[in-house]
């Protein structure tokens, strides 16, 4: 079964904080991406990766960064955490660029006061 | 509205009962996807329905999609309690697959 692993499932920051949240996954996905989660939003697609030290926007970077120097591991990195970043954060990965079918951590709740 | 949109965005019946759900969507796709998301919990893949089929099933789950309509819907038969959760559709568009757009998600209570 394919495993992602996210570090945390409950963060609490401060405002100003810098903060990483960690993703791996373990079955050799060439696709990463991370997601944020917000009541009646939906899923909201901050940044992807298609390959090691690759990355893309998605529909909401601002305020994020990335890093992807594994190919199993993508980070998702918030510079200066304000309070509207607090949220629930997915990670996912998938084989391939068809879009194909995306396997998911189990979230990380971050809290930002 | 967004690519993905589901229709209701609640749903509430009893064990037993069928519930179904609806997706539609804008532009043209590669496939489209149903997700599931228990309460806290990241989201577990059910079901990929590719732009040339019209039905697929999988256990209780029958997906069916129309893409003269841009729909999809997601019937789960004979519900269970388990069932309970939220229920994303996600599409892969034609032009961009690197990605997938999310719905809203429809959250289905099922009674016992």
């Known amino acids: 079964d394919v495993k992602v692993t996210q570090s945390s499932r409950y963060l609490v920051k401060r405002t100003g904080e810098k903060v990483f949240l960690e993703c791996v996954q373990d079955?050799?996905?060439?696709?990463m991406f991370w997601y944020r989660q917000d009541p009646g939003l939906g899923l909201r697609l901050i940044y992807f990766?298609?390959?090691?030290?690759?990355?893309e926007k998605g529909d909401i970077p601002e305020g994020y960064s990335v890093s992807r120097e594994k190919k199993e591991r993508f980070s998702l990195i918030l510079e200066s955490a304000s309070t509207n970043q607090t949220s629930m954060y997915l990670c996912?990965?998938?084989?391939?660029?068809?879009?194909?079918?995306?396997?998911f951590g189990a979230g990380t709740r971050l809290s930002v006061l | 509205s967004q690519q993905g949109e589901e229709d209701p965005q609640a749903l509430s019946i009893q064990e037993g009962e069928n519930a179904t759900m609806n997706c539609s969507y804008k532009?043209?796709?590669?496939?489209l996807q149903w997700y599931r998301q228990n309460s806290g919990r990241g989201l577990v893949h059910l079901i990929l329905?590719?732009?040339?089929?019209r039905e697929k099933h999988s256990g209780r789950l029958r997906v069916t999609l129309d893409t003269s309509k841009k729909s999809s819907s997601l019937l789960i038969t004979a519900s269970r309690a388990a069932d309970t959760a939220s229920y994303f559709c996600?599409?892969?568009?034609?032009?961009?697959?690197?990605?997938?757009?999310f719905g809203t998600g429809t959250r289905l209570q099922v009674f016992p």
């Open positions: 990766s298609y390959d090691v030290k690759m990355k």
């Open positions: 329905i590719r732009s040339n089929e």
């Open positions: 996600a599409t892969a568009l034609a032009h961009n697959t690197d990605k997938l757009i």
């Open positions: 532009t043209s796709i590669n496939n």
């Open positions: 079955m050799d996905h060439e696709n």
């Open positions: 996912a990965s998938s084989l391939g660029r068809r879009g194909n079918i995306q396997y």
